[in-house]
């Protein structure tokens, strides 16, 4: 089993940033790949940047140019920087992993872009 802990959520206003850090119970380096997906109310679980192991990271287009995915095996853990935030940023922040045919998802980390 693999527990994924994320952690960095919070309020911000418009323009803001911040960076969230997903924490895994294994070694981040076993994983096939890793993601940060967000669901806002009322909508789908959406992807927002993926990695997966010895590959270039994956963008939405909404991530692109703001945001940037990141891992340190070295502690594995799972970042997600987020640059000029938007209220449209606005929703529950999940971390995902896979291994082999098995995919774990975190709690999830509320992020509010508000004035």
């Known amino acids: 089993q693999v527990q994924l802990v994320e952690s960095g959520g919070g309020l911000v206003q418009p323009g803001g940033s911040l960076r969230l850090s997903c924490a895994a119970s294994r070694t981040s380096r076993s994983f096939d790949g890793m993601g940060w997906y967000r669901q806002a109310p009322g909508n789908k679980r959406e992807l927002v940047a993926s990695?997966?192991?010895?590959?270039?990271?994956n963008y939405a287009d909404s991530a692109k140019g703001r945001i940037t995915i990141s891992r340190d095996n070295a502690k594995s853990t799972l970042y997600l920087q987020m640059n000029t935030l938007k209220p449209e940023d606005t929703a529950v922040y999940y971390c995902?992993?896979?291994?082999?045919?098995?995919?774990?998802w975190g709690q999830g980390t509320q992020v509010t872009v508000s004035s």
């Open positions: 995902n992993a896979i291994l082999g045919r098995n995919i774990y």
């Open positions: 990695i997966i192991s010895g590959g270039s990271p």
